[in-house]
Nanobody, 127 residues
Framework: QVQLVESGGDSVQAGGSLRLSCAGS?????????LGWFRQPPGKEREGVAT????????YYAASVKGRFTISRDNAKKILYLEMNSLKPEDTATYYC???????????????????WGQGTQVTVSS
């Protein structure tokens, strides 16, 4: 059973930092498993933010967050992180942790390939 539980969302001012965490079950790490962060801004569609192939550590980032956000994972603790720096008001969104087994490999920032989702955590950035 795949379970994902996000935490760490908060309200911060522009320029600030936050770290999101996602606790995953044992079945979300290892060969074939990708983990990712997606977000849904108010009134907009959900979009890919960053993803990581858990077996190798290969990462992908959306252009809008590259250089500001860092995705990482602790395989031993089964925790996924998203370190967010230099936050902007446009980063305001509900952030979701997601997992896929092989189905997202060709397009790792496309949410349609991810079959397992957390409940989301809210990040609000004020100007």
């Amino acid at each position: 059973q795949v379970q994902l539980v996000e935490s760490g969302g908060d309200s911060v001012q522009a320029g600030g930092s936050l770290r999101l965490s996602c606790a995953g079950s044992e079945y979300t790490y290892g060969y074939g498993y990708w983990l990712g962060w997606f977000r849904q801004p108010p009134g907009k569609e959900r979009e890919g933010v960053a993803t990581i192939y858990t077996a190798s550590g290969t990462t992908y980032y959306a252009a809008s967050v590259k250089g500001r956000f860092t995705i990482s994972r602790d395989n031993a603790k089964k925790i996924l992180y998203l370190e967010m720096n230099s936050l902007k008001p446009e980063d305001t969104a509900t952030y979701y942790c997601a997992a896929c087994y092989l189905t997202c490999s060709n397009r790792p920032l496309d949410e349609r390939g991810f079959g397992y989702w957390g409940q989301g955590t809210q990040v609000t950035v004020s100007s």
